[in-house]
C-alpha cells in the first residue's frame, strides 16, 4: 500500500542525495550496516522511555534504510549478496526495535497486555518476511498484504509519537498475521494454478513457465 507510493514520494529527495553519498566512497553494504547499528541505537532509546525521540528517529532510519539500493543501483554495485544482507539486517532492525520496546514494557511492571502484543506481532512481522522468502524459493511470488515493512514502521512510528502505542501494538499483532495469511493463501491459489497446467499443458509449456517465474524472482527485489 504505502511502499509504491513511498518509493515515487522518495525518488526526488534520493537523486539529490545519492550522488553525495557516492562522493564519499561508501559502499551500498557499508550503508546497510550503518542503518541497521542506527536501528540498534533507538532500540536503546525505546527501552529507556524515549519513545517519542525513538519514534521522530525511526522516520530518519526509514529514510536511511532506502538508500543502500538506490546507491547500489546508481553506482552498478547491485548485486545478490546486497540485497541478502539488506533484507536480513532490515529484519534485525525490526527485531531489535520490538525487543527494546519489550525491555521498556517489561520494567513498567503492569504492561501485560503490550508485552503480549509485542510478542504476537515480532512472530507475525517474522512469518510475513518468511512466507515471501519461501514462496520464492519455491518459484511463487507472495507480494500481496495489507502491512508489508513499510507500513508496520508508519503504525509503530505514530503510535511512539501520539502516545497511542497500545493500538498500534494491537493493529501491528493482527494485521502482521493476517498479512502471512494472506500471503498463504496467495501462494495456495498460485501452486493450485500451476497444477491445473502441469495436468493439462505440455512438458515444453510446464518448463518455459518455470523458467519465467524464476526469472521475474531474480529481477524484482522489492522490499518485504
Not at 525505546?46 to 525511526?58: D, K, R, Y
Amino acid at each position: 500500500m504505502f511502499s509504491s507510493y513511498g518509493r515515487r514520494l522518495l525518488a526526488a529527495p534520493l537523486s539529490k542525495i545519492v550522488p553525495l553519498l557516492e562522493a564519499t566512497g561508501i559502499s551500498p553494504n557499508g550503508l546497510s550496516v550503518i542503518g541497521f547499528c542506527f536501528s540498534t541505537l533507538i532500540a536503546v532509546l525505546l527501552a529507556f522511555g524515549l519513545l517519542v525521540v525513538g519514534g521522530i528517529l525511526l522516520i530518519f532510519a526509514a529514510l536511511f534504510d532506502t538508500l543502500d539500493g538506490a546507491l547500489a543501483r546508481a553506482t552498478g554495485q547491485v548485486s545478490k549478496f546486497g540485497a541478502f544482507l539488506d533484507s536480513t539486517l532490515d529484519r534485525y532492525s525490526e527485531g531489535v526495535i520490538l525487543i527494546g520496546l519489550t525491555y521498556y514494557y517489561a520494567q513498567l511492571g503492569s504492561s501485560t497486555l503490550e508485552l503480549v502484543l509485542l510478542g504476537i506481532t515480532l512472530l507475525g512481522s517474522l512469518m510475513v518476511s518468511y512466507t515471501r522468502a519461501r514462496a520464492e524459493a519455491l518459484g511463487f511470488e507472495a507480494k500481496v498484504g495489507l502491512l508489508q515493512r513499510p507500513e508496520r514502521v508508519v503504525i509503530l512510528v505514530i503510535g511512539l509519537i501520539t502516545g497511542w502505542m497500545t493500538i498500534a501494538l494491537a493493529i501491528l499483532a493482527l494485521f502482521t498475521n493476517v498479512t502471512a495469511l494472506q500471503r498463504i493463501l496467495a501462494v495456495k491459489q498460485e501452486a493450485e494454478a500451476v497444477e491445473r497446467q502441469r495436468r493439462q499443458a505440455p512438458e515444453g509449456f510446464l518448463f518455459a513457465a518455470k523458467l519465467t517465474r524464476t526469472l521475474t524472482h531474480e529481477v524484482d527485489e522489492g522490499w518485504r
